[in-house]
């Protein structure tokens, strides 16, 4: 069964909120601080394996950015080779902008563990997700319009009522 790009945008928007609600356990617990300001490694043997609880709630944070992060890449990267409409592609252009500065805050919550690096971090995060939601929702959208059925990406996403007077004519 081959996969659409909406349902690619939607398991990646899930993925994304997934990710958030473990980021906020992960900041609650301070997770963070078990690294002792390392990364990207952290405690445990080598570096790489967690060593307590605390550490392996980092970890898996980590390992489920990882994964949401290559999700986002694959969003953006389809969005753009696919031809999708302008929007899709710049809203899923602005999730992988955001991305790599996201990364880089999250290595900042662990360095500086503090009220503005955490609000930052999430606020990266919320400004991924909102970009994905809104790529998720035009390519739902696009997908039930006229023009996606044939291809042409200038005339996709058009009104309902546009729809409507092409399926009576």
């Known amino acids: 069964m081959k996969l659409s790009f909406r349902h690619l945008a939607a398991v990646t928007t899930g993925l994304a909120f997934s990710l958030i609600l473990l980021g906020v356990y992960t900041g609650a617990m301070g997770a963070g601080l078990a690294c002792a300001g390392r990364w990207p490694l952290c405690d445990g043997w080598l570096g790489l394996f967690p060593a307590n609880w605390p550490s392996f709630i980092e970890w898996f944070h980590r390992f ?26 710049y809203a899923s252009a602005v999730a992988v902008v955001v991305l790599p500065v996201q990364v880089l805050l999250g290595a ?13 971090h999430h606020a ?14 035009l390519a739902f959208v696009d997908s039930d319009s006229p023009a996606a059925s ?14 409507a007077r092409s399926t009576d004519d």
Do not use: H, Y
């Open 108 to 120: 900042n919550t662990i360095f500086n563990f503090g009220v503005v690096a955490q609000v930052l």
């Open 150 to 163: 044939t291809g042409d990406t200038a005339t996709a996403g058009t009104g309902s009522d546009e729809r």
């Open 64 to 89: 489920v950015a990882m994964i949401a992060g290559f999700f986002i890449l694959g969003v953006g990267i389809s969005a753009w080779r696919k031809g999708r409409n302008r929007w899709i592609r």
């Open 124 to 137: 990266a995060a919320l400004l991924i997700l909102t970009a994905l939601t809104v790529t998720t929702t």
